[in-house]
């Protein structure tokens, strides 16, 4: 059984910093995707970045120049480093993730169970 697990979030004060990672366990061969997308209160959950397996990135405008994101393909980890935070960037964080699995010819494609990120002085 493949899991998802994010970690990292907390509360930091405008300008501050937090890295997040997530790892997924499991019968895994590889990853394809992953991506980090975030969801703040009464709005629809958003694409933050991600990564492919060959390292191409992408970042959504909002956050481009102040989040990286970097991937372990053997360990199956993404992480996200946030600078610079603002008010706007407090959302619950998701980790997506994109495998094959080893004992099967099928793909998984699941979600972390998401982990707050509070931008508040």
């Known amino acids: 059984q493949v899991q998802v697990v994010e970690s990292g979030g907390g509360l930091v004060q405008p300008g501050g910093s937090l890295r997040l990672s997530c790892a997924a366990s499991?019968?895994?061969?590889?990853?394809?995707?992953m991506g980090w997308y975030r969801q703040a209160p009464e709005k629809q959950r958003e694409l933050v970045a991600s990564i492919t397996s060959g390292g191409i990135t992408y970042y959504s405008d909002s956050v481009r120049g102040r989040f990286t994101i970097s991937r372990d393909n053997a360990k199956s980890t993404v992480s996200l480093q946030m600078n610079s935070l603002k008010p706007e960037d407090t959302a619950v964080y998701y980790c997506y993730a994109d495998l094959q699995l080893s004992d099967s010819p099928r793909r998984y494609r699941g979600w972390g169970q998401g982990t707050q990120v509070t931008v508040s002085s």
């Open positions: 499991g019968s895994i061969f590889t990853s394809y995707f």
